[in-house]
C-alpha cells in the first residue's frame, strides 16, 4: 500500500473539532503519515520557558487535519487504526500549568489556593535506548523511562454543527488522553456529519494513567494509520480494540458518569459481540473489566473500560475489521 504523507504548517493546525474546514479529501482504506506538533506547538524547549509566558491556552493541541473521507454520512463508523507512532523530535516537554491539573485549584474546583508553581521539565529523547529522562528540578535525581508513544487526541467533528475545543473529549473522541490510543489499537467513532472530519494530534511520548498534572511528555509524532469506514450501526461512543482487549470510552464530569458511559457501551457491544442481554453482559462484565482511568484534567474526564479477549470465546466485530486492518498495516512501504 501506499501512504499519504501530509505534515502541515502552522497557518493549516486546527484547534477545535468541527468548524474547521478540511485540509484534504480520502478515500476509505487510505493509509496516512502524518505528522503533529505537541501540546505546546513546540513553545516550551527549555525549563526556563514557563507556560503562562509561552502557552496561550486557546491555541493548544494543535490539530493535523480534518480529513474529509468519501462517502462517510451521519449513523456511520469511521474505523482508524494505529499502525505506528515515531517521536518526531529528540526531546519532550512537560509542565505543571498555573490552575490546571488534578491535583491543584481550577476553574471548576474553585478553592482560596494560591496556584501551584509554573514549572516546565524537559525530557531528552534517547533513540537508541527508546527512553525518555526524567530530571528533577529541585535536586539531582534523575531516571531513564521507556518510551511509550499514544495520541492524546484523534476525534471527528461533532453533531449540531457544534465547534468544540481540542482540549475536550467527549462522544466523537477528542481529547480522550488514554495510553490505549497506540500502535496496533483501532478506534471506531460514530459519524456525526458528512465526511467524518477526522483529526488527530497531541502526541505524547509516555503518560501515566490519568495524566495527573495535566500534561503528558508532549512531543511532535508522526502518526502512520489506515482510515476506513464501516456503513451504519454507529455506537454512541468510541470503542476501540487491540489484539488483547475489548474497550470503550466515556467523557464526562463528575468521574464517575465517564464510568458509567464507559460500562454502558461495553454492555452494548457485548449484546453485539455475543448475543448477551443487558443484564447478562452487565453481570459478565462485573466481574472481568479493567477501568484505567485516562484523563482527570479535561474539560471533561475520561475512563476505559476493558475487557480481555483471552476469558472470552472468539468474537468478531464489524467483519473483523480491526484483523483486516493488521494485515494490511504490515504491507506498507
Given at each position: 500500500m501506499d501512504v499519504v504523507e501530509v505534515t502541515p504548517s502552522p497557518e493549516q493546525y486546527a484547534y477545535t473539532f468541527g468548524g474547521v474546514a478540511p485540509l484534504m479529501r480520502v478515500r476509505p482504506g487510505t493509509a496516512m503519515r502524518l505528522w503533529s506538533d505537541d501540546a505546546f506547538g513546540g513553545a516550551l524547549r527549555s525549563v526556563a520557558d514557563l507556560s503562562s509566558e509561552k502557552v496561550d491556552l486557546r491555541f493548544v493541541n494543535?490539530?493535523?487535519g480534518p480529513f474529509y473521507v468519501e462517502g462517510a454520512e451521519p449513523g456511520d463508523i469511521l474505523a482508524?487504526?494505529?499502525?505506528?507512532?515515531?517521536?518526531?523530535?529528540?526531546?519532550?516537554?512537560?509542565?505543571?500549568?498555573?490552575?490546571?491539573g488534578g491535583l491543584t485549584s481550577t476553574d471548576r474546583v474553585a478553592t482560596l489556593?494560591?496556584?501551584?508553581?509554573?514549572?516546565?521539565?524537559?525530557?531528552?529523547?534517547?533513540?537508541?535506548?527508546?527512553?525518555?529522562?526524567f530530571v528533577a528540578g529541585s535536586s539531582d535525581f534523575s531516571v531513564d523511562l521507556p518510551v511509550e508513544p499514544m495520541l492524546g487526541t484523534v476525534g471527528v467533528a461533532p453533531p449540531?454543527?457544534?465547534?468544540?475545543?481540542?482540549?475536550?473529549?467527549?462522544?466523537?473522541?477528542?481529547?480522550?488522553?488514554?495510553?490505549?490510543?497506540?500502535?496496533?489499537?483501532?478506534?471506531?467513532?460514530?459519524?456525526?456529519?458528512?465526511?467524518?472530519?477526522?483529526s488527530l494530534g497531541d502526541g505524547h511520548y509516555r503518560q501515566g494513567e490519568g495524566e495527573?498534572?495535566?500534561?503528558?511528555?508532549?512531543?511532535?509524532?508522526?502518526?502512520?494509520?489506515i482510515v476506513d469506514l464501516v456503513k451504519g450501526g454507529a455506537p454512541a461512543w468510541p470503542r476501540l480494540?487491540?489484539?488483547?482487549?475489548?474497550?470503550?470510552?466515556?467523557?464526562?464530569r463528575p468521574l464517575e458518569d465517564a464510568w458509567?458511559?464507559?460500562?454502558?457501551?461495553?454492555?452494548?457491544?457485548?449484546?453485539?459481540?455475543?448475543?448477551?442481554?443487558?443484564?447478562?453482559?452487565?453481570?459478565?462484565?462485573?466481574q472481568i473489566t479493567e477501568v484505567p482511568i485516562a484523563n482527570v484534567v479535561d474539560a471533561n474526564y475520561s475512563?476505559?473500560?476493558?475487557?480481555?479477549?483471552?476469558?472470552?470465546?472468539?468474537?468478531?466485530?464489524?467483519?473483523?475489521?480491526?484483523d483486516d486492518l493488521r494485515a494490511r498495516a504490515a504491507t506498507l512501504r
Open positions: 494543535p490539530q493535523t482508524v487504526h494505529l499502525v505506528a507512532l515515531e517521536p518526531a523530535r529528540d526531546w519532550g516537554a512537560s509542565a505543571a500549568i498555573p490552575f490546571f489556593q494560591d496556584p501551584l508553581p509554573d514549572t516546565t521539565w524537559i525530557y531528552e529523547l534517547d533513540r537508541v535506548r527508546n527512553t525518555v529522562t449540531g454543527g457544534e465547534a468544540r475545543s481540542s482540549l475536550v473529549p467527549e462522544r466523537f473522541g477528542g481529547n480522550m488522553d488514554t495510553p490505549q490510543m497506540r500502535a496496533g489499537t483501532t478506534c471506531f467513532l460514530p459519524v456525526f456529519v458528512e465526511g467524518a472530519l477526522f495527573a498534572c495535566g500534561t503528558a511528555v508532549e512531543g511532535a509524532m508522526t502518526t502512520t494509520l480494540e487491540d489484539d488483547t482487549h475489548w474497550m470503550t470510552v466515556g467523557s464526562s458509567r458511559i464507559g460500562q454502558v457501551e461495553l454492555v452494548r457491544w457485548f449484546g453485539e459481540l455475543y448475543g448477551l442481554a443487558p443484564m447478562d453482559a452487565y453481570q459478565l462484565l462485573s475512563a476505559v473500560v476493558k475487557a480481555r479477549k483471552s476469558l472470552l470465546p472468539r468474537a468478531s466485530a464489524y467483519g473483523g475489521l480491526h
